[in-house]
């Protein structure tokens, strides 16, 4: 199936660009051959898709799946009527692989804390966690931070963590996002023949309460060099 959506998608946008370029040869023979996809797409779908699902799928996948697509939206302007499961105390089953020895079970999955190490560990940005009292309780250790930690600063207070000439902007940071007048700041600097571009951003809980703030350093040189597109797996 998805490859029957991406066929349509690139006929789409073989249509849009024609008619960008006021290009119109051939392309009511385009928009036929679209028509006649989406109609043998909607076919499929009646014919096998939907058929096997409803065979395959239990009530709880239906409700996970159901979840799912509130996260990423909806195709039409209207909102889906809400789907009422048949059985009012289901609920969606995850993999029971999934959770065991010692995973810590997230918002969004399971992860170990060999995994949530080695995740941070590479991730190409640097990243400071300041919690509501403005103690400093984490950062991550990368191979390439943009400016060096150290483990002395674990449980010390953000203002004696930075020079004289920035504490006051750190200070006024917090101050704004407590507040919750601000909730990001944004600077970018050149740094050792590197641009570096630092960012923070205010952690609220769902009651919206001010949780701390993560500081995120990233040096992007090589990314303000990007033109164009590259689609293709290039390890040259």
Avoid at 112 to 132: A, C, G, R, S, W
Avoid at 197 to 203: D, V
Wanted: glycine share 6%; net charge neutral; aromatic share 10%.
């Amino acid at each position: 199936m998805w490859a029957f959506h991406d066929a349509n998608r690139d006929l789409l946008r073989l249509v849009r660009k024609k008619i960008e370029d006021k290009n119109l040869e051939g392309i009511q023979e385009t928009i036929r051959i679209i028509i006649g996809e989406m109609q043998r797409l909607a076919m499929v779908e009646e014919m096998r898709l939907f058929p096997y699902a409803l065979h395959l799928l239990k009530e709880a996948d239906w409700i996970e799946m159901k979840n799912g697509d509130e996260e990423i939206g909806w195709m039409m302007p209207q909102r889906p009527v809400s789907y009422t499961p048949a059985n009012e105390n289901s609920r969606p089953v995850t993999n029971p692989q999934q959770g065991l020895s010692g995973a810590l079970q997230l918002e969004e999955g399971y992860l170990h804390q060999e995994q949530i190490n080695l995740l941070l560990k590479f991730m190409p940005v640097d990243l400071t966690y300041v919690d509501e009292n403005d103690r400093v309780l984490f950062y991550n250790r990368g191979e390439d931070r943009v400016f060096p930690r150290s483990a002395a600063i674990i449980g010390r207070e953000v203002r004696f963590c930075h020079p004289p000439k920035s504490v006051g902007t750190v200070l006024k940071i917090l101050e704004e996002f407590k507040k919750g007048t601000k909730s990001e700041a944004e600077f970018w600097i050149r740094f050792k023949g590197k641009v570096i571009h630092i960012r923070y951003f205010a952690l609220r809980n769902k009651e919206g309460q001010y949780k701390g703030v993560i500081e995120m350093s990233q040096d992007i040189t090589a990314i303000q060099k990007l033109e164009g597109e590259q689609r293709l797996l290039n390890w040259e």
